[in-house]
């Protein structure tokens, strides 16, 4: 990060990099209770642009909310940098970083009220009475509250809470917003409408959204970039189109929705047999050996069954259940395999029953070359 | 509003209606016939509550009452003759030809043992806090542990206790022989105010460290977190946040102390060695040597009347300041 003056125009794309959230090799290693290192962060880099909506996605114990902590400064680095635009903040204590945090367990001050909660982080910066009074009332009507201000925290419901914690994250105007599991606490239905809200307000206030999550759904519905986390590694950064129709490896294919894994060999270049059926793949695998053994992803809804034909995948309808929106199948393949189907109704009786022999058909450009 | 909102409060409200068409009166003891099936007639817990009354109220409902009665003419007792003399002793005093005149020789006392009751519940509750604190932050196994060593002066009796403090702080003790060896000489400790403060802030530390760490024990400190991620400084988090929720504990904690401290005897007697007469040693003076059994009912009346008033004026100012945290 050279604070030199450019001397061409700067491409708008690296400009919203680099006034964004940029973590540079970062590593925490905590002491397990059995005295085992355990590699919390490791070895993450990772480039937020400004005024995007990031997600942190992994499964519990992945480092995730480590990751987040670190910052936020509630956890310091064992190594590398954490930089906000030019300036770096990963030395700085938690309460001088233009960063706030919205907590899994809300965090709000149970002796004081709605509207003293979101004023206490403007009481901070010693702002003067009138302006934090007319923040606090934007705040608490931005998060749809206005009228809550006069209540304790505990006479409200959770999903009251959560968009408290909110506004009293927002009424510091953060360069970046960081949400930690923030809607896991949640019935499903609330949660739907808290992520509608929660994209909505990040567009209306263009602040950056940092959003740690382990449900990939929310994660998919709500990310404009997701990182999918495990073991302290960002497996792969994307997308939620990238994540679910290209994941880089079989943990990012498994994690995110629901998918098949066929075992396959690579019979050519560009080429892969899955029970001596040859699929020519989209993806690139010129660097796998001739031979070698891997796993086709592939996912429920891209697989269609149709009436037995030749030179292609064959296998047994085993169940069939009809899910509302769509039908799900377990086909079981010649090898024993057992395939996970999504179709749409309506379909054709005369072919697809429990107990029918069908042809499983797979567009060769929806398949994933993943690692066995 | 959503919708999930409204209903939430619909709820709130419907629990509301009922409560308040109940008189005080059903409230507190309940209608005997209204006992859910499996529960006991409310009339079979009178025995217990009789009892209790005469437990708390009897003994000061019978020193009220001496405070207003007549010495009798030899000995120690009362007779039963409504007088107020005890409560004119404590302020005028008869000469040898009966002229009244202005005595500020009780009142001494009272402002003796209201000092040093008030020096005792400061640094109790100064020492208390962090102490209260610092457990709080250990884990639950720990935290049993301290809770153990912080009551272990309870199990055994409060004088002995007191006369191995006169052992520490003789002239022959372990403070003086250090004092000595260190070229400073030895000091009089025993036998003064100081050596009687330094036991009643011994005897009642723990009554201002175990209400503390129960209001803190249950604190969340994720809300630390919070309150530093929101730009608050270690000293504001101090005192917006922890001390905060320890109130309601440093409250009960100046009670338990100034209240017992107050009206202390042991103390001033062993450690102070009588020297510095406080109102515990007048009272129980009055009862024993002097035999004046009235005037030690009227000094005791008005310790309760102040340590009421005082309680009145902790609670008035606890409500006020909750409210203002509430506005």
Same mark, same amino acid.
């Given at each position: ?372 | ?179 000595? @060896? #260190? $070229?400073? %000489?030895?000091?009089? !400790?025993?036998?003064?105010?100081? *050596? /009687? ?72 007697? @062993? #450690? $102070?060695? %009588?020297?510095?007469? !406080?109102?515990?040693?007048?009272? *129980? /003076? ?42």
């Amino acid at each position: 990060m050279s604070k030199t003056q450019p001397l061409v125009a700067r491409d708008p794309e690296v400009e919203s990099r680099e006034s964004g959230l940029t973590i540079n090799r970062a590593f925490k290693v905590f002491q397990s209770s059995e005295g085992k290192e355990v590699k919390a962060i490791n070895d993450v880099s990772l480039a937020i642009r400004q005024g995007e909506f990031f997600i942190l996605l992994g499964p519990s114990g992945c480092g995730k909310t480590t990751l987040l902590r670190s910052i936020a400064g509630l956890e310091s680095l064992d190594a590398g940098e954490i930089y906000l635009g030019d300036q770096r903040i990963d030395q700085l204590p938690p309460y001088d970083r233009p960063v706030n945090t919205v907590f899994q367990s809300y965090a709000l001050f149970p002796h004081l009220t709605v509207a003293q909660n979101v004023a206490f982080g403007l009481e901070m910066e010693k702002k003067p009475k009138a302006e934090i009074a007319k923040t606090v009332q934007e705040m608490l009507d931005l998060v749809h509250l206005g009228e809550f201000g006069g209540r304790k925290p505990h006479q409200l419901s959770g999903g009251q809470q959560q968009r408290v914690a909110l506004a009293r994250s927002l009424a510091k105007r953060p360069k970046v917003l960081l949400l930690d599991e923030s809607l896991s606490a949640l019935d499903f239905k609330l949660r739907r409408q808290m992520q509608v809200e929660l994209k909505r307000i990040q567009r209306e206030t263009g602040i950056t959204f940092v959003f740690v999550t382990h449900d990939q759904e929310e994660a998919l519905s709500m990310g404009d970039h997701i990182a999918v986390f495990s073991k302290g590694r960002p497996e792969q950064v994307g997308t939620p189109e990238e994540i679910y129709n290209e994941p880089a490896n079989r943990f990012v294919a498994d994690f995110i929705g629901d998918i098949n894994f066929v075992d396959a060999v690579k019979s050519a270049d560009g080429e892969i047999t899955v029970e001596g059926v040859p699929f020519r793949v989209k993806q690139d695998i010129s660097d796998l050996p001739m031979d070698a053994e891997v796993s086709a992803a592939i996912r429920p809804e891209r697989i269609t069954l149709t009436a037995p034909r030749e030179s292609a995948l064959t296998g047994t309808v085993e169940t069939l259940m009809f899910m509302g929106a769509d039908v799900r199948c377990e086909v079981r393949l010649t090898d024993g395999t057992k395939l996970l189907v999504r179709l749409s109704p309506p379909y054709d009786t005369a072919v697809l029953h429990e107990g029918a022999t069908v042809s499983v058909e797979v567009e060769a450009a929806h398949m994933r070359v993943v690692e066995r | 509003m959503s919708a999930a909102d409204r209903k939430t409060e619909a709820r709130e409200e419907r629990v509301d209606v009922p409560a308040a068409k109940t008189s005080a009166w059903s409230r507190w003891f309940g209608s005997p016939h209204a006992a859910k099936p499996g529960m006991l007639n409310r009339l079979y817990s009178l025995p217990s509550i009789i009892i209790g009354l005469l437990f708390t109220l009897g003994p000061i409902g019978v020193i009220i009452a001496f405070s207003f009665m007549s010495r009798p003419d030899m000995g120690g007792g009362v007779v039963f003759k409504f007088s107020t003399d005890a409560y004119e002793k404590l302020l005028f005093r008869h000469d040898f030809f009966g002229n009244r005149s202005f005595d500020a020789r009780y009142l001494q006392v009272f402002g003796t043992s209201l000092w040093q009751a008030l020096l005792t519940t400061v640094i109790c509750v100064a020492l208390a806090f962090p102490i209260a604190l610092w457990m709080s932050m250990k884990s639950a196994k720990i935290q049993q542990i301290l809770v153990l060593l912080v009551t272990i002066p309870f199990w055994t009796n409060l004088l002995v206790r007191t006369y191995a403090w006169m052992l520490i702080l003789n002239e022959n003790g372990p403070i003086n022989w250090a004092l000595r @060896l #260190l $070229g400073i %000489g030895s000091q009089q !400790m025993l036998y003064t105010s100081f *050596a /009687s403060v330094i036991g009643l802030i011994y005897t009642f530390l723990p009554f201002a460290i175990l209400p503390m760490y129960s209001a803190l024990s249950g604190f969340d400190f994720r809300l630390v977190e919070a309150a530093y991620d929101l730009g608050a400084h270690k000293l504001t988090v101090m005192r917006r946040v922890i001390f905060r929720a320890a109130m309601p504990g440093v409250m009960s904690g100046i009670a338990l102390c100034f209240i017992p401290a107050f009206g202390s005897y042991v103390q001033p007697v @062993l #450690l $102070g060695g %009588g020297r510095v007469l !406080m109102v515990g040693n007048l009272i *129980a /003076s009055q009862f024993a040597e002097a035999r004046n059994w009235p005037f030690g009912a009227a000094l005791s009346t008005v310790i309760l009347a102040v340590t009421l008033f005082g309680a009145l004026v902790a609670s008035i100012l606890g409500s006020r300041a909750s409210r203002k945290a509430g506005e």
